[in-house]
């Protein structure tokens, strides 16, 4: 039987998008053939999606990376590199993706939410047939592919059900829900034998039915960890209202008001709003009473909590006695309430992260064309939004060099007056003015 698994943390990753490529037309009767380097595919992205057949997430129980394709690099004659598969990663509903080191929520997998993108692929790079101008017929420059994006994420599912069944262990939940629904759970007399929250639809003749799930039993500091009861404290947070089991018949010693005012705690201390939803008591177990419904202890129970709004009904699993009531009056409030659906609102944005290496540059010398060649995704971004033709625009550029320290970098390679330097398509001559300041100068594309 798989493990049951809510909670989980992998690692994922978009593909990234395929260098652009450098070549040339070499064809018998056409000597001067223009580029022809085609473009990159572009990198897969990383989607998740609803699978109704799963209910679980112990695919994922043991961590793992998944990486969507990268794209290919383009290729001679303007051959276009292929696209990367995109990655689908199937989760059950209710899963809720988290940004794992703050928490923040990316998406939830809920409602009309089926599928989603969580991370893009990166573009694929410009081959060097774009780069071809009246000026620079011979472009030696193909825009490389736009890195990847990685992103450790935690997964969380969150049952979706109307009506929670909260309380201490062993005080009948998992033999409610089985009587009440069409659910199926092992039943035994000892502690924590639900160790997975299990859901059931509750079928009623003549009015609305609705979804139930029985939420592991809780024992006092679940909000802080203790126990078993604070891992399944989440399932809880999409319920409409709860239905509160207590052992009325004190069968292990405890005192009914007392469990009551502890799980109340334990809910209000994990998340103060599910302290508020609305709530009914089912005061279970009365036919190991005395005088069943009409006790001494059901009475105390319906005197602190019915004035406070919170109907009490007397219960016995084993019976059935108070049952059917109890379910046609969590019915009727349910219809009552708007409906309203517990949906989490996404809190981070993958795609305003920096790419991997997206602040990267490199500077080389290129013994092929004797040039200083400074490249790199930083450097591309500065050209895209500086205009080298303004006085003002070409200052700024030369103090991005400078502020950088890509001046330093060329000066370790030796560079002397008057040698060329190189970036996307612009080359410039390099001198020292008598401040010993480095200037570039003949600003213009390269006519190769």
Do not use: W
Not at 145 to 168: C, H, N, R, T, Y
Not at 353 to 370: G, K, P
Not at 420 to 445: H, I
Request: charged share 30%; aromatic share 8%; net charge negative.
């Amino acid at each position: 039987m798989p493990v049951f698994v809510d909670k989980a943390k992998i690692f994922i990753q978009s593909g990234k998008g395929g260098d652009g490529h450098i070549s040339f037309r070499r064809e018998k009767y056409v000597p001067n053939g223009g580029p022809d380097g085609g473009d990159g595919g572009k990198g897969g992205d990383v989607i998740f999606v609803v699978d109704e057949g799963i209910n679980t997430l112990s695919d994922f129980h043991y961590g793992g990376k998944y990486k969507a394709e990268n794209g290919e690099d383009g290729n001679k004659r303007r051959c276009h590199g292929k696209n990367g598969a995109d990655l689908y990663i199937k989760v059950p509903e209710g899963t809720v993706i988290k940004e794992a080191n703050s928490g923040k929520v990316i998406a939830d997998m809920s409602g009309d939410n089926r599928e989603a993108v969580i991370l893009k692929g990166g573009k694929g790079g410009n081959g060097n047939m774009h780069y071809a101008t009246s000026t620079m017929q011979a472009p030696k420059y193909a825009q490389p592919g736009q890195p990847a994006i990685s992103l450790e994420v935690m997964l969380e599912l969150k049952v979706i059900a109307d009506v929670g069944l909260v309380g201490f262990p062993n005080v009948g939940k998992s033999t409610f829900l089985s009587k009440v629904s069409n659910a199926k759970p092992k039943i035994a007399n000892y502690h924590f034998t639900t160790l997975s929250p299990m859901l059931g639809v509750v079928d009623l003749a003549d009015a609305r039915g609705f979804v139930v799930a029985d939420i592991p039993g809780l024992i006092e500091g679940a909000s802080e960890g203790a126990g078993l009861g604070h891992e399944f404290l989440r399932h809880v947070e999409r319920t409409r209202m709860m239905i509160h089991v207590v052992d009325a018949a004190s069968t292990e010693g405890r005192d009914p008001i007392e469990d009551i005012e502890a799980i109340n705690e334990e809910l209000k201390n994990y998340n103060a709003d599910i302290s508020k939803k609305p709530q009914v008591i089912a005061a279970n177990k009365i036919d190991m009473l005395p005088d069943g419904e009409n006790d001494e202890m059901i009475q105390k129970i319906k005197d602190k909590y019915e004035p406070l709004g919170v109907k009490v009904f007397a219960t016995s699993t084993l019976t059935g006695k108070g049952i059917q009531e109890l379910l046609y009056y969590v019915s009727r409030t349910l219809s009552e309430m708007p409906e309203q659906k517990v949906v989490f609102e996404q809190e981070f944005f993958p795609e305003t992260m920096a790419r991997e290496n997206d602040e990267a540059y490199s500077v080389f010398y290129d013994d092929e064309t004797s040039e200083y060649v400074i490249e790199g995704p930083k450097i591309e971004k500065m050209l895209g939004y500086t205009n080298l033709e303004s006085e003002k625009g070409f200052a700024f550029f030369q103090k991005f060099l400078a502020d950088n320290g890509i001046l330093d970098e060329l000066e370790k390679l030796h560079i002397g007056e008057g040698d060329t330097v190189r970036m996307y398509g612009y080359s410039f001559e390099y001198y020292r003015n008598a401040d010993t300041q480095p200037v570039y100068d003949d600003e213009e594309e390269t006519n190769e």
